[in-house]
């Protein structure tokens, strides 16, 4: 697919050439990613961001079929509290917006609510909106996915930013399906804020099947209602602000990725059709597994998601493979997997060594996160299932290894031997030396279609990403594995 490449002061500026084909995924925190988007380029944003819940959220990801052990890793944080981080983001949002509605509001809530979790998380929703403001379109619209915790407070927000007028539907979004209260009725939907930049916007109508007693009565009056107006019945009822056709997604459902608050498709798929047209650009600035950009790709929109979890990138992979939906996408926000900046990887490592480890296991194909030894210091390791077998992939951050780390993977590979697994690479930020690479080597070779191979390697990200077969990375190419392209 040829790119509608955008560019600006830090690479993300939407050019001349408009956006048909982007699909282009930032791993980063979203509010600098939309600082740095061009004013009034997106025709739809979709947010559904932490509801402060005040809980810590996993992704589960599991291996192949007779290994055992399942990755928990972290999807993303719910939990706010008033510090000093708040108070700077607070003076940020207040400065030059005091005599401004938004301002007005920020000012009134913390005079009502306080310095306190709710004011923490509502000070950080407030600097995203007035981003997605600015981006959208003077057509475009905003829908913003939350529950009863805090959507009072971000519709008096959104009023602030976008104006009352520009309020169109609270929807409720009805499910079943979960545990039930004994003290409380069961709380079983959530709402959808629905927000426009102005009085002009795009908007589709949908439709929904008529009740038999509705078909029924019409049938009988000769195709009109009882106000004598004609209804299609096979077009349907013009859709409410209530939805109650659309279940959230259960624990067996196919659809479900080990994503936390993962939606269906369908609910994403409505929302993109009633407010945008085929080519607009959809932008998901908490896209996590990718609901969204998986909707948006089966409607032949354009796309931006943005997420600061590394995994996320594995996650939405897994699901346009599943869906053969392509992958030539645009990803940054991580080092160029081009093997001549591998010194960005040995900075990342060092610098940030947990996401060093969830960066290099999300960009290799192929590898299903397997086991999370982060809280040990012994990192991530992830699966390859080749047509001859298993290869566990290891990833250690920190600014080396030692000849023990090489044993006790040596001992995690031949521990699970009897489960197919044949091999082994562990990555890591820095060259091997010598002694590293003899260690390795003691364990063997594997042969493949007439070729030895290593049965251990000890390889850095450029070697992977060179893809080129040295040092044993070969063993995973010989299962004919194609690197996924990052700029």
């Not at 947990?354 to 996160?369: M, N, Q, W, Y």
């Not at 390795?440 to 070779?445: K, L, P, R, S």
Request: aromatic share 8%; glycine share 10%; hydrophobic share 40%.
């Amino acid at each position: 697919m040829d790119m509608t490449h955008y560019e600006g002061e830090d690479g993300l500026v939407l050019g001349d050439e408009g956006v048909d084909n982007v699909r282009h995924l930032h791993v980063g925190d979203n509010l600098e990613v939309m600082r740095g988007m061009g004013s009034e380029t997106v025709d739809l944003v979709y947010l559904d961001p932490p509801f402060n819940s005040n809980q810590n959220y996993r992704i589960v990801f599991r291996g192949p079929e007779g290994l055992k052990p399942r990755a928990y890793l972290p999807a993303f944080e719910d939990v706010w509290v008033w510090d000093d981080a708040s108070e700077e983001l607070l003076g940020d949002l207040m400065q030059g917006r005091s005599d401004q509605a938004i301002g007005k509001a920020v000012s009134g809530m913390l005079m009502l609510i306080g310095r306190d979790r709710m004011m923490a998380y509502l000070v950080n929703m407030t600097l995203r909106l007035i981003e997605i403001h600015r981006l959208l379109k003077a057509t475009g619209s905003v829908y913003l996915h939350c529950d009863p915790t805090a959507s009072h407070y971000l519709k008096v927000l959104m009023d602030a930013l976008f104006g009352r007028e520009n309020f169109r539907n609270e929807i409720v979004w009805c499910y079943r399906g979960g545990g039930v209260p004994r003290r409380d009725f069961a709380r079983k939907h959530d709402l959808i804020l629905r927000f426009t930049k102005g009085d002009e916007y795009v908007f589709n109508p949908q439709y929904t099947e008529y009740s038999q007693a509705s078909v029924d009565l019409v049938a009988r009056r000769g195709g009109v209602s009882i106000d004598d107006r004609e209804r299609d019945l096979e077009r349907g009822a013009h859709m409410n602000d209530w939805w109650s056709d659309i279940n959230s997604l259960q624990t067996w459902s196919p659809e479900r990725t080990g994503y936390p608050t993962q939606k269906p498709v369908r609910l994403l798929e409505r929302i993109i059709l009633s407010s945008t047209n085929e080519g607009d650009l959809v932008l998901d600035p908490f896209c996590g597994c990718g609901t969204t950009m998986v909707a948006a790709e089966r409607l032949r929109r354009s796309w931006v998601g943005i997420d600061v979890e590394p995994m996320a990138l594995s996650v939405l992979r897994g699901r346009f493979d599943r869906e053969d939906l392509g992958w030539e996408l645009d990803v940054r926000g991580l080092p160029s997997v081009d093997p001549f900046d591998g010194d960005d990887w040995s900075m990342m490592a060092i610098a940030d060594p947990e996401r060093f480890e969830r960066a290099v296991i999300s960009l290799i194909e192929g590898c299903v996160p397997w086991r999370n030894r982060q809280d040990e210091g012994k990192g991530i390791e992830g699966v390859v299932t080749l047509p001859i077998g298993h290869v566990i992939v290891g990833v250690r951050g920190g600014n080396g290894i030692a000849i023990d780390d090489v044993r006790d993977f040596l001992r995690v590979v031949e521990g699970e031997s009897d489960h197919g697994v044949i091999g082994g690479v562990l990555v890591c930020g820095f060259e091997p030396n010598v002694d590293l690479l003899e260690a390795a080597a003691q364990a063997g070779t594997v042969c493949v279609e007439g070729e030895s191979y290593s049965r251990l390697s000890v390889v850095t990200p450029r070697e992977v990403f060179r893809n080129d077969g040295e040092n044993g990375w070969g063993l995973v190419n010989a299962g004919r594995l194609n690197r996924l392209g990052v700029s």
